[in-house]
């Protein structure tokens, strides 16, 4: 998809925070336990083959849809308001204990109008990510998130991290380097993605883990502008649809 074609308006801009499943490897049904434990022997470094079954659960569940849950989606989008020519940033996150309603919300969103979706590595993890998510709970696949029978380019994606690669596939870029060369102030301030889970679970903390995920959406944002050539010094109102 030709990034020249597209209004700035159309693009929700995102990012998701995940958990593992359950707080604890214990809680899980036994047929998840079981098919958890094979997992655990393709991602348990070899220097910890002896350590309890189930020990890795806590820390790597959240990333793998099958073992883990989304507990934020954050979301924004660029608006031109023309009475003052002011460029605003309207942001807004779904967020709570039932992953359903977080996901019916999300899915509701998506059915306003054609967006087309941003994130960074969202090819790889976001969008899948979600698409799984909200079969799980036996939603209905939003059509932004439909892929099968469609041709590349009528797949409204956009990756910041496949931008930046111009088609060069030997290396993963974080988001934060991105934000670090461009000048862009850092969305890792009192968390980063390493500390969702224990956030989330042992301190029931979800205010700081949507905060950080919606400071993300709004680097992904800039970042994306950077690419479009646009300077750094621009104005935006951020305006936090969530407040009212």
């Known amino acids: 998809m030709s990034t020249?074609?597209?209004?700035?308006?159309?693009?929700?801009?995102l990012d998701i925070e995940t958990a593992s499943l359950e707080s604890d490897f214990n809680h899980l049904p036994?047929?998840?336990?079981?098919?958890?434990?094979?997992?655990?022997?393709?991602?348990r470094p070899k220097e910890q083959d002896k350590l309890k079954e189930g020990?890795?659960?806590f820390q790597k569940a959240g990333i793998y849809a099958e073992f883990g849950k989304v507990i934020c989606i954050g979301v924004g989008y660029f608006h031109?308001?023309?009475?003052?020519e002011n460029l605003e940033f309207r942001t807004k996150s779904f967020f709570g204990d039932s992953e359903y309603d977080t996901l019916e919300g999300f899915v509701q969103l998506l059915q306003k109008k054609p967006w087309v979706l941003c994130a960074h590595n969202g090819k790889e993890f976001d969008f899948p990510y979600l698409s799984r998510r909200i079969l799980i709970n036996r939603l209905p696949l939003p059509e932004p998130l439909q892929l099968a029978g469609k041709k590349p380019w009528e797949i409204r994606h956009l990756d910041t991290l496949e931008l930046w690669k111009f088609g060069d596939y030997k290396h993963y870029t974080r988001l934060e380097l991105l934000a670090s060369i461009f000048d862009i102030p850092t969305s890792k301030e009192d968390i980063d993605g390493s500390m969702v889970n224990e956030t989330y679970y042992?301190?029931?903390d979800i205010k700081s883990i949507r905060e950080y995920c919606l400071r993300d959406v709004l680097v992904t944002a800039k970042v994306y502008l950077a690419f479009q050539g646009l300077p750094p010094e621009i104005e935006l109102d951020i305006v936090n649809k969530d407040d009212e």
């Open 202 to 204: 042992l301190k029931n």
């Open 30 to 43: 036994e047929r998840l336990k079981a098919e958890w434990l094979k997992k655990e022997l393709h991602i």
């Open 55 to 57: 020990s890795l659960f």
């Open 4 to 13: 020249s074609s597209i209004e700035l308006e159309n693009i929700l801009f």
């Open 80 to 84: 031109f308001v023309a009475e003052n």
